[in-house]
């Protein structure tokens, strides 16, 4: 529970925060290990929205974490440490509260999972599983690798998008600006000449006339559009089914969505096999990592195939979703006993795919922008100039 505090330090000072504890005496508790005197706490009202911590903290707090557990040093020595040494506010206030959970008697999975938004049912379920085993060190490494390649793939998907973004963001605020200063303007001096406009001319005029006339009800009728579909997708579990889809079938875009949904699944299903979770509770805790509905709903049709005695190569294959490359690497990951190192590779292969389609899209995609930026200003000139060309070649000398 989430609690706000008045404490005061060594010198006297007052300070105000907020701390996850189970109670009053923990907080009071949680505040000591601070060099904090408790004067005060209560209850915090729940946030409307808590944003998840970042990637990059995650990462550095599992290296750590791992390099102090395999250096022999105990899990409350290397918490302690982890305390003193983190900058992150939100973190350091995630570690005080578990090395009180971890202090009081319980697991480091137990004291990760009353902190979901940091540690997901993946994390813990990591956790728990390496404490059961013995290797809790290796495991932490495993999961920030897992945490490091789900970054990584995250930084692929957003190189795509910041491109486009910019340049049609750009390209929307220029003609913004021309539709309703420019050609205005323009449109005096054409009328006062009384010539015939050419076709592109008057088209022109009339996006002019129709963003300076019904801009604002068009925009809110997109915002509408948009608000009410936003409301019927969190309503209709078949539509964001349909939506998720369509998504996989759109040309180009679809195929790499696909794919880094897959290298996502395919190397959190390795991670979790290597750590001694039987395949049925692996696919399931690995089925949400997709972020898609559709192949979500393939990978479920997947496990129940394979809790009624079907392989797991042909599980998938069933599916559709992978292609018969993979399903060959996963049939001889079974036959030979490695199937976390076939899932490894698959990931790998998916990965490599990933940055190549990328790479690509980006090649075509920037050309591609270029050429219909500078169409659209040719067209804007020409409508423009055309007439104002016509003006000067008619003025007496």
């Known amino acids: 529970m989430r609690y706000r505090y008045r404490a005061m330090q060594p010198d006297g000072r007052t300070v105000r925060g907020e701390l996850d504890a189970a109670g009053l005496d923990e907080l009071e508790q949680g505040l000591r290990e601070r060099g904090l005197s408790f004067i005060n706490g209560e209850a915090a009202r729940p946030p409307l929205w808590r944003a998840r911590l970042p990637r990059r903290e995650l990462m550095h707090l599992c290296f750590h974490l791992e390099q102090l557990l395999d250096a022999g040093v105990p899990i409350v020595d290397s918490l302690a440490e982890l305390r003193e040494t983190t900058r992150h506010a939100r973190l350091r206030d995630i570690v005080v509260a578990m090395l009180s959970d971890i202090s009081a008697g319980k697991p480091l999975s137990e004291a990760a999972a009353r902190h979901p938004a940091a540690f997901d049912a993946v994390f813990v379920s990591l956790l728990r599983a390496g404490e059961h085993a013995g290797t809790l060190p290796e495991t932490i490494r495993d999961i920030g690798s897992t945490i490091e390649r789900d970054d990584e793939l995250a930084a692929h998907a957003r190189r795509v998008a910041i491109y486009p973004a910019i340049v049609g963001g750009l390209l929307g605020v220029a003609l913004l600006v021309a539709l309703t200063h420019v050609v205005p303007e323009l449109e005096k001096l054409f009328r006062t000449t009384g010539q015939t406009l050419p076709l592109q001319t008057r088209?022109?005029?009339?996006?002019?006339?129709?963003?300076?006339?019904?801009g604002w009800a068009l925009a809110m009728i997109a915002a509408a559009a948009a608000a009410g579909l936003r409301v019927a997708l969190a309503r209709s579990a078949a539509l964001r089914l349909r939506r998720d889809f369509l998504l996989l079938r759109l040309p180009l875009i679809g195929e790499l969505r696909r794919k880094l949904a897959l290298a996502r699944f395919a190397a959190l299903f390795a991670t979790l096999y290597a750590a001694g979770i039987?395949?049925?509770?692996?696919?399931r805790t690995s089925e949400d990592i997709t972020g898609n509905l559709a192949l979500r709903e393939g990978l479920r049709s997947a496990t129940l195939d394979i809790e009624q005695g079907r392989t797991i190569s042909q599980a998938f294959a069933s599916t559709g979703l992978f292609p018969p490359l993979v399903t060959r690497m996963l049939r001889l990951g079974e036959q030979t006993g490695g199937l976390d190192r076939a899932l490894a590779n698959v990931s790998n292969l998916y990965r490599r795919d990933v940055s190549e389609a990328i790479a690509r899209l980006q090649a075509s995609l920037e050309p591609a922008l270029t050429v219909t930026m500078g169409a659209l200003?040719?067209?804007i000139a020409t409508a423009v100039l055309g007439p104002i060309y016509d003006i000067l070649t008619h003025l007496p000398v």
């Open 203 to 214: 088209v022109l005029l009339w996006l002019s006339h129709a963003v300076a006339a019904w």
């Open 278 to 283: 039987n395949v049925i509770d692996a696919l």
């Open 377 to 379: 200003l040719l067209w």
